[in-house]
């Protein structure tokens, strides 16, 4: 069984979004037109979208996966998705803990949308995760049974960086150990980290430590190890599953936009360095699909 953790559904909301940042309200901003600026695939409807990502998963042996509505206010896009095929997806939604109305989107996502996991990005859009605004996210998961996903540490945009558009996040409010400090309080609320915590690996370490309910996703190249100079992909493996265990590691591709679609080169890496570093196969197994199954059944 392999499952990924950590796909983008890039809807034509998503490239409307980035088309209306780049050039105002200019009628001819369509999300085909940015697409095209870019170099990927217009996206269709989500139904079109969803039936492709459908066909990726089975061309690559895939059984299930995680959809990310990759914009706040996408959430109804990856809704349809999940809807479609909800034996094949989860439904992941960006949410802006800062907006005013976060609180009633995160309870509609959860709710009438039926999606599974709240994505939040402090550093992007400048917010503390020790914020009580985010504890009253973090209520209404455990009210619906969700999961969050908090990314921390470095993190860059592509399409943002492609089209020149600024992002400039701050980067001091994707600290783990202070979402260590809200996740403790909601031991029955998942939290997802993705890329080991994206360059904070010790702290996210520590956070994880120090609150069982938080887990990693190992998407990406985690290009992030950069920073810390003769850290190698198969030592951050290697200490995640000494301090955390295999339970609380989640495959992930972070795969995106078409035509590259599924990036089987990311499962390729990872499976080889978990081979290299003797890792059992019970462990193997847990990465690459139970833990996933674990934090979100089917239903």
């Given amino acids: 069984m392999l499952h990924d953790s950590h796909c983008h559904f890039l809807s034509s909301r998503f490239f409307e979004a980035l088309g209306r940042e780049k050039y105002g309200a200019e009628a001819g901003a369509t999300a085909d037109r940015i697409a095209g600026e870019l170099g990927w695939d ?4 989500p139904d079109a979208l969803a039936d492709r990502w459908v066909a990726e998963l089975d061309r690559h042996h895939l059984s299930r ?26 439904g992941f939604f960006v949410l802006n803990a800062a907006a005013p109305d976060a609180v009633e989107r995160a309870a509609r ?61 701050d980067l001091r409010l994707g600290d783990p150990l202070a979402l260590a400090t809200i996740a403790a309080r909601y031991p ?19 956070a994880a430590e120090a609150c069982p309910s938080m887990l990693f996703d190992t998407s990406s190249s985690n290009s992030w190890i950069k920073y810390t100079p003769g850290l190698t992909l198969a030592d951050v493996f290697k200490q995640a599953l000494a301090i955390v265990g295999p339970s609380r590691l989640m495959f992930g591709s972070d795969s995106s936009f078409f035509p590259r679609g599924w990036r089987r080169v990311i499962h390729g ?15 193997v197994d847990q990465i690459f699909s139970g833990n996933f199954d674990r934090v979100f059944p089917l239903r």
């Fill in 269 to 283: 890496a990872q499976r080889a360095i978990l081979e290299e570093i003797g890792a059992e196969p019970a462990t």
């Fill in 65 to 90: 996966g995680s959809l990310i509505a990759s914009v706040p206010g996408d959430e109804e896009s990856v809704g349809v998705a999940a809807r479609r095929h909800p034996d094949r997806f989860v």
């Fill in 188 to 206: 029955t609320v998942p939290v997802i980290v993705p890329h080991f915590g994206g360059g904070f690996f010790r702290e996210a370490l520590m």
């Fill in 109 to 169: 996502a959860y709710g009438e949308l039926g999606l599974r996991c709240m994505c939040l990005f402090p550093a992007l859009h400048r917010y503390r995760l020790d914020d009580e605004r985010v504890a009253k996210l973090f209520d209404v998961a455990a009210a619906h049974g969700g999961a969050v996903f908090v990314h921390c540490g470095f993190f860059s945009l592509e399409a943002r960086v492609r089209l020149g558009l600024r992002t400039a996040p």
């Fill in 42 to 45: 217009p996206p269709g409807t």
